[in-house]
Every structure is written in structure tokens, then in C-alpha cells.
């Protein structure tokens, strides 16, 4: 391979691999909100019960209700630009046992 065949190859790769970074950064370079999500307080709404349906399983649904929580968990990674990108979310409930 002679030296300019050489050189030309060269400006090609590195013409190719600019094209190739610009257009990813351009494809799929949007931001990505990184601002704390505020959790959402629910409101306690109170309906009075009847007497016959104030058995023994809604007595012990109030006493623990506020106990029940519900978790939700948002996963973030880094992309190999150092970007940080949404990856998944997960949503389940729990119980607290204590106070603290």
C-alpha cells in the first residue's frame, strides 16, 4: 500500500467514525430530565361506615392503613457518551413494621 492510498484510508476512517459519532449525538442526544420527581401525597378521604358493615376485617383495614406504603423506584444509567438515560421504573406496596 503506497503512502497516499495509505493517508486516504486514514481521512476516510476518521471522516467515517466523525460522521458516525455526530449523527448518534444528533439521533439519540436528547436530554434527559434529571430534576427530583416530587412524591405525590395521597388524601385521606373518610366515608362513614353502617354498623353492619363495620366487621372485624375493616376495623383491622383502618388500624393498619397507614402502615400499607407504596413504593415506586425510577432506574437511571450512564450511556457510554457519560449521558444519563431512563432505564425501567418499578412500582410495588409494603408494610412498615416500626416507627422508625
Same mark, same amino acid.
Given at each position: 500500500m503506497t503512502f497516499s492510498k495509505y493517508k486516504k484510508t486514514v481521512i476516510a476512517c476518521i471522516l467515517a467514525l466523525g460522521i458516525g459519532v455526530g449523527g448518534g449525538y444528533?439521533?439519540?442526544?436528547?436530554?434527559?430530565?434529571? #430534576?427530583p420527581t416530587?412524591? $405525590? /401525597?395521597q388524601t385521606k378521604q373518610t366515608k362513614p361506615i353502617t354498623e353492619t358493615r363495620n366487621?372485624?376485617?375493616?376495623?383491622?383495614?383502618? /388500624?393498619?392503613g397507614p402502615?400499607?406504603?407504596?413504593?415506586?423506584? #425510577?432506574?437511571f444509567q450512564k450511556d457510554i457518551f457519560? $449521558?444519563?438515560?431512563?432505564? *425501567?421504573? =418499578?412500582? =410495588?406496596? *409494603?408494610?412498615?413494621?416500626?416507627?422508625?
Amino acid at each position: 500500500m503506497t503512502f497516499s492510498k495509505y493517508k486516504k484510508t486514514v481521512i476516510a476512517c476518521i471522516l467515517a467514525l466523525g460522521i458516525g459519532v455526530g449523527g448518534g449525538y444528533y439521533f439519540f442526544g436528547s436530554p434527559v430530565n434529571t #430534576q427530583p420527581t416530587n412524591v $405525590r /401525597e395521597q388524601t385521606k378521604q373518610t366515608k362513614p361506615i353502617t354498623e353492619t358493615r363495620n366487621t372485624y376485617v375493616v376495623q383491622a383495614a383502618k /388500624e393498619s392503613g397507614p402502615a400499607v406504603v407504596g413504593i415506586t423506584t #425510577q432506574v437511571f444509567q450512564k450511556d457510554i457518551f457519560n $449521558r444519563t438515560i431512563y432505564a *425501567g421504573e =418499578g412500582v =410495588g406496596s *409494603g408494610v412498615l413494621i416500626d416507627n422508625d
